[in-house]
């Protein structure tokens, strides 16, 4: 897949333990902002059975809806086939590729939080992800 240029579309993946709150947030404000223009996916080391629903309401705020989204199991695949791989908080549980870039977003858990905990780890991960964008190129 290909954008309008000939550059490949760059893939994202974020990982957090359960999958049910920092990366879903991640996936899901990189997928607002970019659209198509980049392949996006999340999953967990070891996945919640539903996304957070603080994060469900606190993303809601933003006009954002992650009520469908379903955490996600890691799997070597998933790193394998991703350009930027970003892990936050998850630890040795990811797979390391030679070639594939890794950040590591040292963000609070928002795991048994209320939504008054969930906004400001909602806004740092909006604010690294337009800086992501940034980086790859891909204006929003």
């Given at each position: 897949?290909?954008?309008?240029?000939?550059?490949?579309?760059?893939s994202?993946?974020?990982?957090?333990?359960h999958n049910?709150?920092?990366?879903?947030?991640?996936?899901?404000?990189?997928?607002h902002?970019?659209?198509?223009?980049?392949?996006?996916r999340?999953?967990g080391?070891a996945?919640a059975d539903a996304?957070?629903?603080?994060?469900?309401a606190?993303m809601?705020?933003v006009g954002i809806d992650v009520?469908?989204?379903?955490?996600k199991v890691?799997?070597?695949?998933?790193?394998?086939?991703?350009?930027?791989?970003?892990?936050?908080?998850c630890?040795?549980?990811c797979?390391?590729?030679?070639?594939?870039?890794?950040?590591d977003?040292q963000?609070?858990?928002p795991a048994?939080?209320?939504?008054d905990?969930?906004?400001?780890?909602?806004?740092?991960?909006?604010?690294r992800?337009?800086g992501?964008?940034?980086?790859?190129?891909?204006?929003v």
């Amino acid at each position: 897949m290909t954008t309008s240029s000939t550059a490949p579309t760059p893939s994202v993946l974020f990982v957090c333990v359960h999958n049910a709150g920092r990366s879903q947030m991640g996936a899901a404000f990189l997928t607002h902002l970019a659209g198509d223009r980049v392949e996006v996916r999340s999953a967990g080391s070891a996945p919640a059975d539903a996304v957070n629903p603080a994060v469900v309401a606190a993303m809601a705020e933003v006009g954002i809806d992650v009520s469908a989204e379903t955490p996600k199991v890691l799997t070597v695949e998933a790193v394998r086939s991703s350009d930027v791989v970003i892990t936050m908080g998850c630890g040795d549980a990811c797979p390391v590729f030679p070639g594939k870039r890794y950040l590591d977003w040292q963000l609070d858990d928002p795991a048994g939080q209320g939504v008054d905990a969930v906004r400001p780890v909602r806004e740092e991960i909006e604010r690294r992800v337009r800086g992501l964008l940034a980086e790859l190129g891909v204006a929003v």
